[in-house]
Antibody, heavy 119, light 110 residues
Framework: QVQLVQSGAEVKKPGASVKVSCKAS????????VHWMRQAPGQGLEWMGI????????SYAQMFQGRVTMTRDTSTSTVYMELSSLRSEDTAVYYC????????????WGQGTLVTVSS | QSALTQPASVSGSPGQSITISCTGT?????????VSWYQQHPGKAPKLMIY???KRPSGDPNRFSGSKSGNTASLTISGLQAEDEADYYC??????????FGGGTKLTVL
């Protein structure tokens, strides 16, 4: 069965960077796009961007341009999301999700990774 | 790019029907039949309920249905059940390989 397993919780200081991983299993990794979203405490979902695991091409939401980098490692079927210049407002649960073939629909979700930014 | 507009909360009694609206613009909801809806229970990851405006994932209850008119999409839940109490989010394709979410709606089953 399709599974997306994310890395564990992180605590970072303002100004630092965080890199969250999302390991895929149960399907052909390079066939489906992976998206990243986040959800601040008590707030709604925000779409951050998308990566095509096949060629590595990406598209990011305007508000994260310049601070976010999404990459993948096809040898381990893992995608990564790195967010730099962290500030307290970046404290959130970060989710990866897989679509069903460039349909821009989140059919499968990771369990979420809590990133806390605090001095 | 502003979030899609959803009511902050809706409520209904068991067995009733409710509708949650999701208003965007001619650049997102109005231009593409790529609106999806997600249900999220507290502390859990969201779950896909409707995609491509009207389609349901296989195996999901047909009490959930979607529609769209102009720049506004809607999610209707019929025969409300206690387990439907959750937060609901709409999401639309916005062009250039980007997506945008609604602010979320808290559904209370009275």
């Amino acid at each position: 069965q399709v599974q997306l397993v994310q890395s564990g919780a992180e605590v970072k200081k303002p100004g630092a960077s965080v890199k969250v991983s999302c390991k895929a299993s149960g399907y052909t990794f390079t066939n489906y796009y992976v998206h990243w979203m986040r959800q601040a405490p008590g707030q709604g979902l925000e779409w951050m961007g998308i990566i095509n695991p096949s060629g590595g091409s990406t598209s990011y939401a305007q508000m994260f341009q310049g601070r976010v980098t999404m990459t993948r490692d096809t040898s381990t079927s893992t995608v990564y999301m790195e967010l730099s210049s962290l500030r307290s407002e970046d404290t959130a649960v970060y989710y990866c999700a897989r679509d069903q073939g460039a349909d821009y629909v989140f059919h499968y979700w990771g369990q979420g990774t809590l990133v806390t930014v605090s001095s | 790019q502003s979030a899609l507009t959803q009511p902050a909360s809706v409520s209904g009694s068991p067995g009733q029907s409710i509708t949650i609206s999701c208003t965007g613009t001619s650049s997102d909801v109005g231009s593409y039949n790529l609106v999806s809806w997600y249900q999220q229970h507290p502390g859990k990851a969201p779950k896909l309920m409707i995609y491509d405006v009207t389609k349901r994932p296989s195996g999901d209850p047909n009490r959930f249905s979607g529609s769209k008119s102009g720049n506004t999409a809607s999610l209707t839940i019929s025969g409300l059940q206690a387990e439907d109490e959750a937060d609901y989010y709409c999401c639309s394709y916005a062009g250039s390989s980007t997506l945008i979410f609604g602010g979320g709606t808290k559904l209370t089953v009275l």
